[in-house]
């Protein structure tokens, strides 16, 4: 992709050329990502790149292009080259930031929605631990009438991303960012009891840490992904908190890794929760568990 200005490209040439190279150096979603990188150069919808097929790129448009496709080059996450990932049907501003949403998550707040929908009559009352871009909590406010949450995250840099998210969707009303890191006292933070603690926590094992993509490892906030442990040190640390602020019978619901699930319903049936079970996603893999803190205070000894 010569971009002298003795060259003149056209759409149709530039998205040939390029997503034939990505395919022969192994990239998934070529022509998806070609179609994203130009869509966002030109500003144009992706439908509009084929009824301007042979409109001509300026100098300073092929050159922009080029840099943010050197960018995708570099394994750099497409969503975040274009500032931008949807999930539940919306979209969503994420950078390095934040952890890009998966569509896996989205079963996980699917199960939130029909609790909410089942309990439609009463206000829900839901807590969001570890918010990050605020997907999950403002899918839930976005879809469902009758919650009022509180999202909570140890990053101020992600805070302010879900507040921007939150505000492009017209829920801010619906939702409280806070600043909160759960390993420490929230007695100053928390007040009062929730029905539903939501979270997808960071689940990597230190171990399956080095064997994720170039695309996650180098560039998604470690701290979102990883425990730097087992794995399972946030479902714990949750379980504290929800102990002192999940009301009896409420719903405790997380998402888990991938052969995680029977460990995370296992720590939450050594608590004494009841109705304990795991939920599939859409790849029939265990991605969400979910389960009923007891009536009294489960026996420790």
Not at 2 to 26: C, F, H, P, S
Not at 180 to 194: Q, R, S
Not at 247 to 252: E, I, N
């Amino acid at each position: 992709m010569d971009d002298n200005q003795q060259k003149v490209w056209t759409i149709r040439e530039l998205m040939k050329t390029a997503i034939a190279y990505l395919r022969e150096k192994g990239y998934d979603e070529a022509r998806l990502t070609v179609e994203l990188l130009l869509s966002h150069t030109l500003n144009l919808q992706r439908i509009e790149l084929y009824t301007n097929f042979d409109r001509p790129l300026t100098h300073k448009e092929l050159h922009r292009f080029r840099s943010l496709f050197i960018r995708r080059l570099q394994h750099e996450p497409l969503q975040y080259i274009v500032h931008s990932a949807f999930f539940m049907g919306l979209q969503f501003e994420v950078d390095g930031r934040v952890l890009i949403p998966r569509p896996e998550t989205e079963t996980l707040v699917e199960e939130v929605l029909m609790e909410c929908k089942v309990h439609e009559s009463k206000m829900i009352k839901l807590l969001d631990v570890g918010t990050g871009s605020g997907n999950i909590a403002i899918s839930i406010a976005k879809y469902a009438k009758n919650v009022i949450i509180t999202a909570l995250d140890k990053s101020i840099d992600a805070l302010d991303v879900a507040q921007l998210n939150a505000h492009r969707h017209g829920v801010e009303s619906k939702i409280t960012f806070m600043q909160a890191d759960i390993f420490n006292v929230l007695e100053h933070i928390l007040t009062g009891e929730f029905d539903i603690i939501v979270s997808n926590p960071p689940y990597v094992s230190i171990n399956e840490w080095e064997q994720l993509q170039p695309e996650v490892r180098r560039y998604e906030p470690r701290d979102a992904l990883t425990d730097n442990a087992d794995g399972l040190s946030f479902y714990k640390q949750l379980l504290v908190v929800a102990n002192q602020y999940l009301k009896p019978q409420g719903l405790f619901i997380v998402e888990v890794g991938y052969n995680q699930a029977s460990r995370v319903e296992l720590l939450l049936r050594s608590a004494g929760y009841e109705s304990v079970v795991s939920i599939l996603d859409l790849q029939r893999i265990p991605r969400v568990v979910r389960g009923r803190k007891p009536q009294y205070p489960y026996p420790t000894n």
